[in-house]
């Protein structure tokens, strides 16, 4: 008999406590999901799988994420921010860091006198630079918290144009679209 009843807690009841779903929008376009119809105008609704969000940018199938860029003297520019201060980014994936340029670094709080130094490998010999950590990195739709950088420049002709380097594309697998000027990114 206990059995029996074990059974019946276990498979049976619940069942028992599956209700209707029901979606009503109101006169403003709000939506309310309840198992409660108040009225007869509400319509029965059945939920979707979790992949089922119509959002073209984060599509929950493939986890994919797309990056416009511009192509501007045979570079792929993109546009995000460092610690909210917007800039611009050539895409570099033979950095192993971001570069971000000292104008920005200044306005986005980077310098630090705890700062190490570090010496990296630019197309005019070696260099010593800060190394930090930017709090929040946006490009595009994607956030990224603590992603190292440095501080130097990388243009004599623009002070606030970065390099978007490994150290945020490490993240991600990487296929680039020119024909869209487009870099799609899935998580590793």
Same mark, same amino acid.
Do not use: C
């Given at each position: +008999?206990? @059995? %029996?009843?074990?059974?019946?807690?276990?498979?049976?009841?619940?069942?028992? $406590? /599956?209700?209707?779903?029901? *979606?009503?929008?109101?006169?403003?376009?709000?939506?309310? /999901?309840?198992?409660? &119809?108040?009225?007869?105008? =509400?319509?029965?609704?059945?939920? @979707?799988?979790?992949?089922?969000?119509?959002?073209? $940018? /984060?599509?929950?199938?493939?986890?994919? +994420? %797309?990056?416009?860029?511009?192509? @501007?003297?045979?570079? +792929?520019?993109?546009?995000?921010?460092?610690?909210?201060? =917007? +800039?611009?980014?050539?895409?570099?994936?033979?950095?192993?860091?971001? &570069?971000?340029?000292?104008?920005?670094?200044?306005? =986005?709080?980077?310098?630090?006198?705890?700062?190490?130094? !570090?010496?990296?490998?630019? =197309?005019?010999?070696?260099?010593? !630079?800060?190394?930090? $950590?930017? @709090?929040?990195?946006?490009? &595009?739709?994607?956030?990224?918290?603590?992603?190292?950088?440095?501080?130097?420049?990388?243009?004599?002709?623009?002070?606030?144009?970065?390099?978007?380097?490994?150290?945020?594309?490490?993240?991600? *697998?990487?296929?680039?679209?020119?024909?869209?000027?487009?870099?799609?990114?899935?998580?590793?």
């Amino acid at each position: +008999m206990l @059995k %029996v009843l074990i059974y019946l807690i276990i498979f049976i009841f619940p069942w028992l $406590s /599956y209700a209707q779903m029901y *979606k009503i929008i109101d006169d403003d376009g709000n939506i309310t /999901y309840t198992d409660i &119809a108040p009225s007869m105008e =509400a319509k029965p609704y059945k939920p @979707k799988g979790i992949n089922a969000i119509d959002n073209p $940018s /984060y599509n929950m199938n493939k986890l994919s +994420m %797309v990056i416009p860029y511009v192509d @501007k003297d045979g570079s +792929m520019i993109v546009q995000g921010s460092v610690n909210g201060i =917007a +800039m611009s980014f050539v895409v570099d994936t033979g950095a192993t860091l971001l &570069a971000i340029p000292p104008v920005i670094a200044k306005r =986005a709080g980077l310098y630090d006198v705890t700062s190490t130094m !570090v010496t990296t490998q630019t =197309a005019n010999g070696e260099v010593n !630079v800060p190394k930090v $950590s930017i @709090k929040l990195l946006s490009v &595009a739709k994607i956030k990224l918290p603590h992603v190292e950088a440095t501080i130097q420049s990388i243009s004599t002709k623009n002070d606030e144009l970065g390099l978007l380097g490994m150290s945020f594309f490490k993240h991600y *697998k990487m296929t680039i679209d020119h024909k869209l000027k487009e870099i799609q990114l899935e998580p590793k």
